[in-house]
């Protein structure tokens, strides 16, 4: 694996105060030379000239958060960070690789959840190259390939959740978003690293079930979320009465038989698990007439 190389080549403002003057030195010996009739001159101003070009040629500018990846012949030499106006060897290519942080969106994809259900997921990939060599070398074009592993990556993980859980101990994709945003994370950080990619952040940016099953599985929804909330309410009101009647007897309050003692906890129950405010009928005489 080709790893990236530090290079910090020579100034090219340096370059330009020595060979600048000496091409203009060649011009004025070539224009010289062919004015006099002294061929030795003007060919030697040509060669001035022709080699102060070749020079200038490596000239180039780095931008700040940008590298340059440097080639010599097809065999990688190394990589200029330092941002300016450098000089290098003129047979070097200087490649441009973009150092500043991405933000991707994933688009928009249709899979299928742990339960089978198709969903539609998206995400936000946020990632910047961190060895340009690795970018350059290793992966044919890295943004696409990063996208790739992206979409991979985001279709692996939901079908291993289900798109919603009722039971707190089920991770589900959309009860867990800090726990399916960091398994996500991971997951694309594993298959881009051979692109000399780190990535800053991945999360979740849309999550819906498919438009052909929407419909039917928020009425799924919705009856599991009031199937759930009953059982809350019944649990509750069986703590209540379990409560009220412990206390009675406790206190000594009044002594009930066991049908009393049916009659009331019916009654509670009734009056706690009633979607509405119940309107009791109260007994101003004895309490078993």
Not at 58 to 84: I, S, W
Not at 218 to 229: E, N, V
Not at 270 to 286: F, H, W, Y
């Amino acid at each position: 694996m080709i790893r990236e190389t530090i290079r910090r080549p020579a100034s090219g403002w340096a370059t330009l105060a020595v060979f600048v003057p000496l091409a203009l030195l060649g011009l004025v010996m070539l224009i010289g030379g062919a004015a006099e009739g002294a061929a030795p001159i003007a060919i030697l101003g040509v060669l001035s000239l022709l080699g102060s070009a070749f020079m200038l040629a490596g000239l180039f500018v780095v931008n700040p958060n940008e590298a340059r990846v440097l080639q010599l012949f097809g065999e990688y030499v190394g990589t200029v960070r330092q941002a300016g106006f450098r000089w290098a060897n003129p047979l070097y290519s200087k490649k441009r690789v973009s150092l500043r942080v991405v933000s991707e969106e994933v688009g928009k994809l249709k899979v299928n959840d742990l339960d089978g259900n198709p969903v539609e997921i998206g995400a936000i990939v946020v990632w910047k190259v961190v060895d340009s060599a690795q970018a350059s070398f290793e992966v044919s074009h890295y943004p696409e390939y990063v996208r790739v592993q992206s979409e991979a990556a985001l279709r692996t993980l939901a079908s291993r959740y289900p798109y919603d859980a009722h039971d707190d101990a089920v991770i589900s994709l959309r009860g867990n978003t800090q726990q399916v945003a960091e398994h996500l994370q991971k997951e694309i950080e594993e298959r881009v690293a051979l692109a000399g990619v780190r990535l800053l952040e991945a999360r979740i940016s849309h999550l819906a079930y498919a438009p052909e099953i929407a419909q039917a599985m928020l009425q799924r929804q919705q009856a599991g979320a009031i199937i759930a909330a009953r059982q809350k309410i019944v649990d509750g009101a069986v703590g209540m009465v379990e409560l009220a009647l412990d206390r009675l007897a406790r206190n000594k309050v009044v002594e009930l038989d066991e049908e009393r003692k049916a009659a009331m906890v019916s009654n509670l129950l009734v009056v706690l698990c009633s979607e509405r405010g119940s309107q009791p009928i109260v007994n101003a005489g004895s309490i078993y007439q």
